[in-house]
């Protein structure tokens, strides 16, 4: 197995977004999980940035939707226009048909419009007029949003939140990196001159071994014991769906992967397990979703680790 | 480290203490210092914090002179250790730090119940026991899954089970087979004994007024064949009075002869005798009490005695629970010789002599004469446990006759003894027990000390006759559930505390008889050894552990047993572990020391074998053991 390519990108996406490894990491898991990443924190920390990067370091296409109050559904998905020449309707694909997108603050649309792109997230295809069309491969999406207390906000729905494979926060960049920051250009156009570091087939081989990494008996019944205690803990109203630990699976061997094993170790799940289930449960008390990593990082450490 | 465990620790300092200070043997104090515990366990459980290093030294070494005194004041080693042992109870209730401070605490709670054991006999005791053996059995159980990694309640609830009933069965067994001696464990004897009245060398008159309100049970009695009249448990008897003081002028003790385990003081056939099976609680005194005439003892002790009243005497107080088995003839005639310490009477008693010649008057013979003077006694005076204070310059006896006319026991015998020695009968008066009532529930007799009791013997034509002038007073009956409860003390007492040699061997020969040939069995009584069964419960062990080590090491299979070796051994290192330990934990800890890189290699093959594809090898066997030495031996730094 090699991981000379893995290494190169992580390389290169660190190299925009400084000091902040853990996140770039988690964001190449989630990619090779074949999952979709949501990115949470109040704007300006980078979080676009780090989407965009991914995108342009991957020969992939790229397209970005600013979310809106007055976005509607066909705005991501496309129309159907009528072709004279032709004289039949003619499907434009929206800027959902793109390798990577970025739904930047998603929070900020209607619900409606979240809801359209559940379906792309889940089964990577559209339905429009009753015409299936399929999403191209490797596809991904990355949604950034601003935290809920925030103006302006609908909070996303749980069936919504639980298509994300993996929820990570950004933070504010360390004071050596931010001064770093501060002090070169900013803007999106050196990313936009940066050349891809993984190749399409890279990506998609790279997914494929994931999908191979060997997840021992005890590993599976570790991950499910985990998952099992968020359905009974005293704190937890909304326990995690049997697509979360689905989910989790995939990120535990992506991680392994990324890590250059392909077999997972119940440190992969230790690690993943905040990230991963933080955002599907919902606590009795308190709404966010930082309160809700507290409590499954409590759990993590109360379950016995396979030895 | 869960909650569970740090409450299962607390739960076990408490039991042991709180079995030291049910004991009634420890100092007060040391009962107010017992409290500590809670504060210091309440704070172990909620924040997990710990006192600072330097109070508990300070403390430690306080405890240690506290204990260096109280070692030489009160003279008793054996008290001051059970002192100490609560001291540090507390003391480590505010030092847990480490897994090995647990274990202190369970080793320290096990010797404070041994401790206990010695102290008292109790059924109080069995339920603190059981009570004590679930929870060590739970606690070692979690901290066996703790260090193996892996645990729930409902993993745990099977293993503590069977353990703890395991445990118990071997108790049990243990109990059954040990040879039983008439030592103790230690010399000197701690139980408290119930004071008693009457029973000691003088008795000052007035003293069974002090005790006749008070229901502690004294003895039961099991006994067959319980006819009217037998309900006079006979103690000691005293032949002097000085006016307000009866003791014995005659302090001669025999030695009792020993056959086999019985003392025969005069041979007796067995069907002459009623035999009383007698469970005494320990007493203030070393007499002990049967029906009269006496025969024959059977009793674990080295000596008997017997005086020249024929009142048997144990070599020393009665320590504790004392069974006997007393052999008696009630109704067969004792012969007496007329000496002149039955005719004594205190000066000053002209008026009890005149009394004595007026009611006697119509007797033709002593007997008839002092049955006269039992009934004056009965009818003319009243019975009252409430008696005023003689004037001064008054006798008791001559107030009670003459002025007050009320008394209890002591006085209705005192006098008669005294009437009776004025007539020139020779008397003498007994102090013991009488009546006793009836438990239903496991038809045994119990004794209290309110039963205590005088009464008269005079010697009437060379034989000695007992004369009860005492009316009888009518006492309400306990209620059902005090019996019930009272029949489950007797069970303890019977089965567990008096469980004898006799016993013993009365199970082995049931347990042996069904296979055990006739010649085996003449021998079984001196031959038999229960050590006989330690080889086979030895063996029965060694094959449970093995069989344990190997479903251990086919449950986890090789790496893992590996990995805890390694874990082990870093620990030992000094590497301060979680458990259970993942392999990032280790690499975290050992980064930056010289076993880093072996670390590193052994926990790479380790994962590899265990979650990844790679099978056990021979030569990765090898690697193992190889790096496993390194790690045990190398330097920790450069």
Same mark, same amino acid.
């Given at each position: 197995?090699?991981?000379?390519?893995?290494?190169?990108?992580?390389?290169?996406?660190?190299?925009?977004?400084?000091?902040?490894?853990?996140?770039?990491?988690?964001?190449?898991?989630?990619?090779?999980?074949?999952?979709?990443?949501?990115?949470?924190?109040?704007?300006?920390?980078?979080? &676009? &940035?780090?989407?965009?990067?991914?995108?342009?370091?991957?020969?992939?296409?790229?397209?970005?939707?600013?979310? &809106?109050?007055?976005?509607?559904?066909?705005?991501?998905?496309?129309?159907?226009?009528?072709?004279?020449?032709?004289?039949?309707?003619?499907?434009?694909?929206?800027?959902?048909?793109?390798?990577?997108?970025?739904?930047?603050?998603?929070?900020?649309?209607?619900?409606?419009?979240?809801?359209?792109?559940?379906?792309?997230?889940?089964?990577?295809?559209?339905?429009?007029?009753?015409?299936?069309?399929?999403?191209?491969?490797?596809?991904?999406?990355?949604?950034?949003?601003?935290?809920?207390?925030?103006?302006?906000?609908?909070?996303?729905?749980?069936?919504?939140?639980?298509?994300?494979?993996?929820?990570?926060?950004?933070?504010?960049?360390?004071?050596?990196?931010?001064?770093?920051?501060?002090?070169?250009?900013?803007?999106?156009?050196?990313?936009?001159?940066?050349?891809?570091?993984?190749?399409?087939?890279?990506?998609?081989?790279?997914?494929?071994?994931?999908?191979?990494?060997?997840?021992?008996?005890?590993?599976?019944?570790?991950?499910?014991?985990?998952?099992?205690? &968020?359905?009974?803990?005293?704190?937890?109203?909304?326990?995690?769906?049997?697509?979360?630990?689905?989910?989790?699976?995939?990120?535990?061997?992506?991680?392994?992967?990324?890590?250059?094993?392909?077999?997972?170790?119940?440190?992969?799940?230790?690690?993943?397990?905040?990230?991963?289930?933080?955002?599907?449960?919902?606590?009795?008390?308190?709404?966010?979703?930082?309160?809700?990593?507290?409590?499954?990082?409590?759990?993590?450490?109360?379950?016995?680790?396979?030895? | 480290?869960?909650?569970?465990?740090?409450?299962?620790?607390?739960?076990?300092?408490?039991?042991?203490?709180?079995?030291?200070?049910?004991?009634?043997?420890?100092?007060? !104090?040391?009962?107010?210092?017992?409290?500590?515990?809670?504060?210091?366990?309440?704070?172990?459980?909620?924040?997990?914090?710990?006192?600072?290093?330097?109070?508990?030294?300070?403390?430690?070494?306080?405890?240690?002179?506290?204990?260096?005194?109280?070692?030489?004041?009160?003279?008793?080693?054996?008290?001051?250790?059970?002192?100490?042992?609560?001291?540090?109870?507390?003391?480590?209730?505010?030092?847990? $730090?480490?897994?090995?401070?647990?274990?202190?605490?369970?080793?320290?709670?096990?010797?404070?119940?041994?401790?206990?054991?010695?102290?008292?006999?109790?059924?109080?005791?069995?339920?603190?026991?059981?009570?004590?053996?679930?929870?060590?059995?739970?606690?070692?159980?979690?901290?066996?899954?703790?260090?193996?990694?892996?645990? @729930?309640?409902?993993?745990?609830?099977?293993?503590?089970?069977?353990?703890?009933?395991?445990?118990?069965?071997?108790?049990?067994?243990?109990?059954?087979?040990?040879?039983?001696?008439?030592?103790?464990?230690?010399?000197?004897?701690?139980?408290?004994?119930? #004071?008693?009245?009457?029973?000691?060398?003088?008795?000052?008159?007035?003293?069974?007024?002090?005790?006749?309100?008070?229901?502690?049970?004294?003895?039961?009695?099991?006994?067959?064949?319980?006819?009217?009249?037998?309900?006079?448990? $006979?103690?000691?008897?005293?032949?002097?009075?000085?006016?307000?003081?009866?003791?014995?002028?005659?302090?001669?003790?025999?030695?009792?002869?020993?056959?086999?385990?019985?003392?025969?003081?005069?041979?007796?056939?067995?069907?002459?005798?009623?035999?009383?099976?007698?469970?005494?609680?320990?007493?203030?005194?070393?007499?002990?009490?049967?029906?009269?005439?006496?025969?024959?003892?059977?009793?674990?002790?080295? #000596?008997?005695?017997?005086?020249?009243?024929?009142?048997?005497?144990?070599?020393?107080?009665?320590?504790?629970?004392?069974?006997?088995?007393?052999?008696?003839?009630?109704?067969?005639?004792?012969?007496?010789?007329?000496?002149?310490?039955?005719?004594?009477?205190?000066?000053?008693?002209?008026?009890?002599?005149?009394? !004595?010649?007026?009611?006697?008057?119509?007797?033709?013979?002593?007997?008839?004469?002092?049955?006269?003077?039992?009934?004056?006694?009965?009818?003319?005076?009243?019975?009252?446990?409430?008696?005023? $204070?003689?004037?001064?310059?008054?006798?008791?006896?001559?107030?009670?006759?003459?002025?007050?006319?009320? @008394?209890?026991?002591?006085?209705?015998?005192?006098?008669?003894?005294?009437?009776? #020695?004025?007539?020139?009968?020779?008397? #003498?008066?007994?102090?013991?027990?009488?009546?006793?009532?009836?438990?239903?529930?496991?038809?045994?007799?119990?004794?209290?000390?309110?039963?205590?009791?005088?009464?008269?013997?005079?010697?009437?034509?060379?034989?000695?006759?007992?004369?009860?002038?005492?009316?009888? !007073?009518?006492?309400?009956?306990?209620?059902?559930?005090?019996?019930?409860?009272?029949?489950?003390?007797?069970?303890?007492?019977?089965?567990?505390?008096?469980?004898?040699?006799?016993?013993?061997?009365?199970?082995?020969?049931?347990?042996?008889?069904?296979?055990?040939?006739?010649?085996?069995?003449?021998?079984?009584?001196?031959?038999?050894?229960?050590?006989?069964?330690?080889?086979?419960?030895?063996?029965?062990?060694?094959?449970?552990?093995?069989?344990?080590?190997?479903?251990?090491?086919? $449950?986890?299979?090789?790496?893992?047993?590996?990995?805890?070796?390694?874990?082990?051994?870093?620990?030992?290192?000094?590497?301060?572990?979680?458990?259970?330990?993942?392999?990032?934990?280790?690499?975290?800890?050992?980064?930056?020391?010289?076993?880093?890189?072996?670390?590193?290699?052994?926990?790479?093959?380790?994962?590899?074998?265990?979650?990844?594809?790679?099978?056990?090898?021979?030569?990765?066997?090898?690697?193992?053991?190889?790096?496993?030495?390194?790690?045990?031996?190398?330097?920790?730094?450069?």
């Amino acid at each position: 197995m090699t991981n000379q390519p893995l290494k190169q990108l992580q390389a290169r996406l660190t190299s925009i977004i400084r000091g902040k490894e853990e996140a770039v990491k988690m964001a190449t898991v989630t990619f090779l999980g074949q999952g979709n990443l949501l990115i949470e924190d109040v704007p300006g920390v980078g979080k &676009t &940035t780090l989407a965009y990067a991914l995108a342009k370091s991957i020969d992939c296409s790229f397209q970005r939707i600013q979310f &809106t109050s007055d976005l509607l559904p066909s705005d991501i998905i496309g129309v159907s226009v009528f072709n004279q020449e032709v004289r039949e309707f003619e499907f434009r694909p929206g800027p959902l048909f793109a390798n990577i997108v970025l739904a930047d603050e998603i929070n900020r649309t209607n619900p409606k419009t979240q809801s359209a792109l559940l379906e792309a997230m889940n089964e990577r295809r559209v339905t429009v007029e009753r015409r299936t069309y399929r999403l191209p491969e490797p596809f991904m999406v990355i949604a950034t949003q601003n935290p809920m207390e925030y103006q302006g906000t609908f909070p996303l729905p749980e069936s919504q939140l639980d298509r994300f494979m993996m929820h990570i926060r950004l933070g504010y960049p360390a004071p050596q990196y931010e001064r770093q920051a501060v002090l070169e250009q900013s803007g999106f156009d050196f990313l936009d001159r940066l050349e891809p570091v993984l190749t399409r087939q890279d990506m998609l081989r790279m997914q494929a071994e994931t999908e191979a990494v060997l997840t021992e008996e005890s590993i599976v019944d570790y991950l499910l014991a985990i998952v099992g205690e &968020t359905r009974r803990h005293e704190m937890i109203r909304l326990g995690v769906s049997t697509r979360g630990a689905q989910f989790f699976l995939r990120a535990v061997k992506a991680l392994a992967y990324h890590e250059g094993r392909d077999y997972a170790v119940p440190d992969d799940v230790k690690d993943l397990a905040p990230l991963v289930l933080g955002h599907r449960i919902i606590l009795k008390t308190r709404k966010y979703i930082s309160d809700a990593v507290g409590v499954i990082s409590e759990i993590v450490d109360k379950i016995p680790v396979p030895v | 480290m869960p909650q569970i465990y740090k409450l299962l620790t607390g739960l076990l300092a408490f039991t042991g203490t709180v079995s030291l200070l049910l004991s009634g043997e420890m100092n007060p !104090a040391f009962s107010v210092v017992g409290m500590g515990l809670f504060p210091g366990y309440y704070q172990f459980l909620r924040s997990g914090l710990t006192a600072p290093k330097w109070t508990v030294s300070l403390l430690s070494f306080l405890t240690l002179i506290v204990f260096g005194f109280d070692a030489l004041v009160s003279r008793d080693l054996f008290l001051a250790v059970a002192h100490l042992t609560i001291a540090f109870q507390v003391i480590k209730a505010f030092d847990l $730090r480490d897994p090995w401070d647990h274990l202190q605490v369970y080793f320290v709670s096990l010797l404070q119940l041994v401790i206990a054991s010695e102290l008292m006999s109790s059924l109080v005791f069995g339920g603190v026991f059981i009570v004590f053996i679930v929870l060590l059995v739970a606690a070692m159980v979690l901290s066996h899954f703790l260090t193996e990694g892996g645990y @729930g309640m409902v993993k745990m609830v099977r293993p503590v089970t069977v353990i703890t009933v395991v445990t118990i069965c071997t108790t049990a067994l243990f109990f059954v087979l040990l040879p039983r001696t008439p030592y103790r464990f230690v010399g000197k004897s701690h139980f408290r004994s119930i #004071r008693t009245a009457g029973f000691s060398e003088r008795v000052e008159f007035g003293s069974f007024g002090t005790v006749k309100l008070d229901p502690t049970v004294i003895m039961r009695i099991e006994m067959e064949g319980r006819r009217a009249g037998m309900d006079y448990w $006979r103690g000691l008897t005293m032949d002097f009075f000085d006016g307000t003081t009866w003791r014995h002028s005659e302090r001669d003790r025999i030695p009792v002869s020993r056959k086999d385990d019985t003392f025969v003081i005069i041979p007796f056939r067995q069907e002459d005798v009623v035999a009383q099976k007698i469970f005494l609680e320990p007493i203030d005194s070393d007499v002990i009490f049967c029906l009269a005439p006496v025969k024959a003892i059977k009793a674990e002790s080295f #000596r008997l005695f017997v005086d020249r009243e024929r009142a048997v005497f144990l070599p020393g107080k009665a320590s504790r629970k004392t069974v006997y088995t007393a052999y008696s003839s009630p109704g067969e005639k004792v012969p007496g010789i007329a000496e002149q310490r039955y005719l004594q009477l205190p000066g000053g008693i002209q008026k009890i002599r005149d009394l !004595a010649g007026r009611i006697a008057s119509g007797g033709s013979d002593d007997r008839g004469r002092a049955s006269l003077i039992e009934e004056y006694l009965k009818k003319n005076y009243v019975y009252s446990l409430t008696v005023r $204070r003689p004037p001064a310059r008054v006798g008791p006896i001559e107030d009670f006759l003459f002025t007050s006319r009320r @008394g209890y026991c002591e006085h209705y015998a005192t006098s008669m003894v005294l009437l009776l #020695r004025a007539l020139g009968i020779p008397a #003498r008066i007994v102090n013991g027990f009488h009546g006793g009532e009836t438990n239903e529930f496991g038809n045994y007799l119990i004794v209290r000390q309110s039963d205590a009791h005088s009464w008269v013997e005079a010697l009437i034509g060379g034989y000695w006759v007992r004369f009860d002038p005492t009316p009888s !007073a009518q006492a309400a009956g306990p209620s059902v559930s005090a019996l019930l409860l009272d029949s489950i003390t007797m069970a303890w007492s019977r089965y567990v505390v008096g469980f004898s040699a006799e016993d013993q061997r009365k199970i082995l020969r049931s347990v042996a008889l069904p296979v055990a040939l006739p010649s085996l069995r003449e021998g079984m009584r001196l031959k038999w050894n229960p050590y006989f069964f330690l080889p086979l419960l030895i063996f029965i062990l060694v094959v449970l552990f093995i069989r344990v080590r190997r479903r251990r090491a086919e $449950r986890y299979g090789f790496a893992t047993v590996q990995f805890l070796k390694l874990v082990k051994v870093l620990r030992s290192r000094g590497f301060n572990m979680p458990s259970p330990a993942t392999g990032r934990d280790i690499r975290e800890r050992v980064a930056g020391s010289a076993l880093a890189g072996t670390v590193h290699e052994f926990i790479r093959l380790y994962e590899e074998n265990r979650f990844g594809s790679r099978e056990v090898t021979p030569q990765d066997r090898k690697r193992y053991a190889a790096m496993l030495r390194q790690i045990r031996t190398l330097p920790l730094h450069y």
